[in-house]
């Protein structure tokens, strides 16, 4: 079709689209066609909170892109399969993501060993196949119940068999010296603004020492470590954590001496630091419904302003953490129709807090105000990404691939290192968790 063809067309189909719109609606929503899909709805999948998705349909058969008219009238009912089990779950009501797709998640306080019965409603109407039965044992975020076998947790996670991230991570590692490590990272890399954690896995429990001075963050470490022994037998594996905001090693894999593998929240394309999701996301998915709102979950039912009334600025905050960072601060008082970079809190260089001046915390939703036609389609694909991507489930997969990953490197056996400490799990004596894996004590039988 020639473009004299074309546009014609192209403006049909504008002047269409309202009434498309329109017409979608006026259609009313169908609870029998209408779909429910994700981790949610499987028993074996523990997650600090469980979730899944509900994509409206209208009676005609066609998926709604944008929220139904009227107030939401999605609503789920979830409680112990046996009237005999009784355990406190949150749910609160679905989440709409003004796609015409809600997302639920629902948090247990404890375990259930008959299983769940998931009722999901429209109006009155059962939703799908609604009601969903999660055969027990169902077991919640505390339980101390790890899966023997990671191939059988892994294929119920649904975990990728590839991570390309961590494949090229591990480029510059096809073996770990954990002798030369030892020598090296102690000295190497935690005596100047130090932010090193030592870890040793054995056995499923995690040991560690503290090297250097800024190391208060291994609190986000220690629980993800734990969460993740908490439901798959992990590795026995040595290594090295980066708790800093920065990357540590730039080495080349050609130098003399090569680069040392430290995993680390953050990287660069020119470090080669093993990079793990932040702590940040981390933290917030361990802690979803339970006083942290900021999570991959919750921001999905609030995308901020529409397109068309976001600012026309580049915005950052955050802490002192880099140089770089005042840097912004300075440009954004030479351009501040351009940039709004503000410094919340100061630490490394607090002599300049009185130059440069000190913002508010943002709130997480605010930072959805930035614009251009560039970065509204990065908003789109990021989107789309994020909510393939970076799941919780998914999170917890990536962590086990890295460590696995390392584990297979290790050219001598880990050990628990002088100084070195256990960190034990959270004790939950409010719940009741009966793990079918473990073998009953003789006084138990």
Known sequence: MGSRGLLPLLLLLGAALPLLRAAESADPVSAERSLAWGPGLEAGLTLPVRYFCIQAVSAAGHNFSRSPPGRTQFKVVIKALSPEEVTRIYTPRPLDRNDGTFLMRYRMYGSVRKGLKIEIFYGDQ???????????????????????????????????????????????????????????????FSQTRGAIVHYTILNNRIYRRSLGKYTDFKMFSDEMFLSLARKVHLPDVEFYLNV?????????????????????????????????PTYDV????????????????????????????????????????????????????????????????????????????????????????????????????????????????????????????????????????????????????????????????????
């Open 126 to 188: 059962h939703v799908a196949q609604s009601p969903y039965i999660l055969k027990g044992p169902v077991y919640h975020e505390y339980c101390d119940c790890p899966e023997e076998d990671p191939e059988i947790w892994q294929n119920v996670m649904s975990c990728p068999s590839q991570e390309p991230q961590i494949t090229k991570d591990f480029i510059s590692f096809p073996t770990i010296d954990l002798q030369r490590m030892l020598k090296e990272i102690p000295t190497k």
């Open 244 to 276: 800093g905001d920065w990357p540590v090693e730039y080495r080349k894999a050609n130098d003399t001496p090569g680069p040392i593998p430290v995993i680390s929240w953050c990287g660069s394309v020119d470090s080669r630091d093993l990079v793990l």
């Open 282 to 445: 981390t933290h917030s998915t361990l802690e979803t419904l339970r006083g942290v709102t900021n999570d991959l979950l919750s921001i999905q039912g609030n995308t901020g302003p529409f397109w068309e009334n976001k600012t026309e600025r580049a915005l950052f905050r955050g802490r002192d953490s880099r140089e770089e960072r005042l840097h912004l601060v300075k440009l954004s008082k030479e351009n501040p129709e351009l940039l709004d970079a503000g410094i919340t809190g100061y630490f490394f260089f607090r002599e300049k807090e009185k130059e440069l001046g000190k913002v508010q915390l943002m709130g997480f939703f605010d930072f959805f105000k930035e614009n251009d036609e560039e970065a509204r389609k990065i908003a789109k694909e990021g989107q789309l990404i994020a909510r393939e991507l970076l799941q919780p489930h998914r999170l917890y997969c990536y962590y086990y691939k890295v460590l696995q990953k390392y584990a297979k490197r290790q050219a001598s056996k880990p050990e628990i290192r002088d100084g070195m400490e256990l960190v034990p799990q959270p004790d939950d004596r409010d719940s009741v968790c009966s793990c079918h894996r473990k073998k009953p004590l003789r006084e138990d039988l």
